[in-house]
């Protein structure tokens, strides 16, 4: 998988937007970034994915770059719910469909 | 979204013995599915690739022969921890691709804690 970076923890204000940063530099031209998330002690949960364009669902938004080196989640109305880890994931396109978890960020929403 | 069940959710056993956990998608059919293990406070680590009608794939350092996998079906994979010990302890997770998803939407199962005496 293409290597992401994402800062180990954040925390957010309940009802305030949710930015949460990835920086994946060396991702190919058509390998897509996913985002899912685990909330304690449950599976993960599948958010949002994109290639190029920003992409948004009633979950989340997804803004890439332009240079698709970066990108970042965003919850637009964060509550206490939301709290978990996030994850970034790049697939590299030759693996059959794996998802490689990192360590993520883990994302403390307060009230 | 579609939906992955896992049983049990929880076991707790004897060193020595075999225990056996399912994981079924409910509402899909899926031709791949994977098994993850997590230890506290990590991350979820990939074990093997279950491909129905096929031998599983596993992950470099993963013992075929103490995770026994089988995916009979296309809703049913099944991972067996032969001749388990405290060590084995841990969150094990399943997930289904979603066929008609663009190449690495999955979705997961809850997880079964299995506790190894």
């Known amino acids: 998988d293409a290597k992401t970076t994402q800062p180990p923890s954040m925390d957010c204000a309940e009802g305030r937007a949710a930015n949460l940063p990835c920086n994946h530099s060396?991702?190919?031209?058509?390998?897509?970034v996913y985002w899912y998330r685990q909330i304690h002690s449950q599976g993960p949960q599948y958010i949002i994915h994109g290639l190029k364009n920003n992409e948004t669902n009633e979950m989340a938004s997804l803004i890439i770059t332009e240079d698709r080196k970066s990108s970042t989640l965003i919850l637009p109305h964060a509550t206490l719910r939301d709290t978990a880890v996030y994850y970034c994931i790049v697939p590299s396109e030759n693996q059959g469909g794996k998802l490689i978890f990192g360590q993520g960020t883990e994302l403390s929403v307060k009230p | 979204g579609a939906v992955v069940s896992q049983h049990p959710s929880r076991v707790i056993c004897k060193s020595g013995t075999s225990v056996k956990i399912e994981c079924r998608s409910l509402?899909?059919?899926?031709?791949?599915m994977f098994w993850y293990r997590q230890f506290p406070k990590q991350s979820l680590m990939l074990m093997a690739t279950s491909n129905e009608g096929s031998k599983a794939t596993y992950e470099q350092g993963v013992e075929k022969d103490k995770f026994l996998i089988n995916h009979a079906s296309l809703t049913l994979s099944t991972l067996t921890v032969t001749s388990a010990h405290p060590e084995d302890s841990s969150f094990y997770i399943c997930?289904?691709?979603?066929?008609?998803?663009?190449?690495?939407?999955?979705?997961f199962g809850p997880g079964t804690r299995l506790t190894v005496l």
């Open positions: 997930s289904a691709r979603v066929p008609s998803g663009v190449g690495n939407e999955q979705f």
């Open positions: 509402d899909f059919q899926a031709t791949t």
């Open positions: 060396t991702i190919s031209g058509n390998e897509y």
